[in-house]
């Protein structure tokens, strides 16, 4: 049967993700997958760090910084860009940002160091 979630009944939590309190709103969850939005503040850096598990991200307003191995992209409203699971990866807002994030569940995600060392 479908779900829905309307825009009146969403929560948004201050909540710790990979070593930061960012505001996140879940539409919706099961055991397998989740879809959420969060809000990141203007020069808002989410350190390197990984997930155990794949996470995929459109950006519905700002603009943002993605680095990966040496690579770097800038991402604005519209974009979207598909994270495998066991990529370090940085991502870094350059104005406020609403995201989208659906990511396999669960989702283990942590800092790591340039060693790719879990802190």
Known sequence: MSEFTSVDERQWIHEDVVGHAIDRCTLWRDDTISFSFVKLPPNYDLGLHKHESWVAVYL??????????????KVGAGDFYFVPDGEEHVETSIDECLVMIIKAEPNVQYRIDPAGNRI
């Open 60 to 73: 519905v307003e700002g603009t943002m910084k993605w680095e990966s191995d040496g690579e770097e992209r």
